[in-house]
């Protein structure tokens, strides 16, 4: 007999094979909806390596964004996935697409991984994980490597969880013209 476990409830028999949570969850906590405002925040940042400033999600308002969470700055996974983001930035902005990553990491660190890495996209500092939260993306201490794609209208579009960083940054450009299209249709 088949049984599944979510959220305290055990189900058995035919039913488990059948049955789906109501609402997406992540090891993170709760995931927004596709279709859904994604939710905003505000979080110290730098754009590039540039003087730290507040970043809002008005800030890309009318443009589509890339937010990424991600573990920590300076680590193997962490870089491959930025030079992937950075490889790609032209044709994102090709696209009206910025990129935004948030860590737990201070903004003095991400000012220090731009300017090691050639980073020229926004990483915004969430050391106790507020914004991480917001988006199902905290594991204590630590962002988990989850990517959510916003249109200008600040609508959540896709989202990707337990990313591997080799390739990810095409998938989500592939994700955004594709969406790019169908909103055109």
């Known amino acids: ?74 680590t193997s996974g962490c870089t491959i996935e930025a030079h992937g983001f950075q490889e790609s930035l032209k044709e994102f902005n090709a696209h009206l697409c910025d990129i935004a990553a948030v860590s737990a990491d201070s903004v003095d660190d991400h000012e220090s991984f731009c300017s090691s890495e050639g980073l020229d996209f926004t990483l915004l500092s969430d050391p106790e994980g507020k914004v991480s939260r917001q988006y199902g993306s905290w594991m204590a201490p630590y962002s988990l490597r989850h990517t959510f794609l916003i249109d200008p209208e600040g609508v959540l579009r896709a989202r990707w969880t337990g990313v591997r960083p080799v390739g990810h940054a095409q998938d989500v450009l592939n994700t955004l013209v594709s969406e790019q299209s169908n909103s055109i249709a």
């Open 1 to 74: 007999m088949k049984r599944r476990d979510f959220l305290g409830i055990t189900v058995t028999g035919a039913v488990a094979l059948f049955w789906k949570p109501s609402k997406a969850r992540a090891l993170g906590g709760k995931l927004p909806e596709i279709g859904d405002q994604a939710p905003n925040f505000v979080l110290p940042g730098t754009l590039g390596g540039g003087p730290s400033q507040n970043w809002s999600l008005e800030n890309w308002s009318g443009r589509w964004l890339v937010l990424y969470f991600y573990p920590r700055d300076f």
